[in-house]
């Protein structure tokens, strides 16, 4: 996946899909074989699903695609699978839809804000540190233990205002 495919963190509809796939598959290869990790058939299949398109997914619909693949997968299967490429920073759990998306920067520690388009699905991830560091302020101001830090905002995408800007 090059910056290039992406138009300010939503994918062009001319990036070869195919190949962001496979770099994110084997950036997630090397991930967990650098850390020891075992990277399961059902575990890579899950996040492969995930990254086949960059809209959030949910688990049932996951169950689902597996489904077409004539693999009968339980659900505590596909949530374990879920728990172990979020918990190793493979893949997000977008709260706000209970959906699950790949991560952009596996691997890498960060603390995501996640933009994503009401009329299309799609979601950008970016790694802004200011945001972060504007919530551990707070945080600290509020003598809070922040437990999870992620930032949802949806809107409508560049795209489908037909490139318009707001």
């Known amino acids: 996946m090059n910056k290039s495919d992406f138009a300010s963190g939503f994918p062009v509809q001319a990036h070869d899909h195919a190949q962001c796939v496979q770099t994110m598959l084997?950036?997630?290869?090397?991930?967990?074989?650098?850390?020891?990790?075992?990277?399961?058939?059902?575990?890579?299949?899950?996040?492969?699903?995930?990254?086949?398109?960059?809209?959030?997914?949910?688990?049932?619909?996951?169950?689902?695609?597996?489904?077409?693949?004539?693999?009968?997968?339980?659900?505590?299967?596909?949530?374990?699978?879920?728990?172990?490429?979020?918990?190793?920073?493979?893949?997000?759990?977008?709260?706000?839809?209970?959906?699950?998306?790949?991560?952009?920067?596996?691997?890498?520690?960060?603390?995501?804000?996640?933009?994503l388009c009401r009329k299309c699905g799609d979601a950008a991830e970016v790694d802004d540190p200011r945001v972060h560091k504007a919530i551990a302020a707070d945080a600290h101001n509020l003598d809070f233990d922040i437990a999870d830090e992620t930032v949802e905002i949806s809107g409508i995408c560049a795209q489908c205002r037909g490139g318009e800007s707001a």
């Open 26 to 115: 084997r950036a997630a290869d090397d991930h967990c074989a650098a850390r020891g990790l075992r990277l399961t058939a059902l575990r890579r299949q899950v996040l492969e699903l995930i990254w086949s398109d960059h809209k959030p997914v949910g688990a049932y619909a996951l169950l689902d695609m597996l489904g077409e693949d004539g693999r009968k997968a339980a659900p505590p299967t596909v949530y374990r699978a879920l728990e172990f490429l979020v918990e190793h920073g493979l893949a997000h759990r977008i709260a706000s839809l209970n959906a699950f998306i790949g991560c952009v920067h596996p691997g890498e520690a960060h603390t995501p804000q996640f933009f």
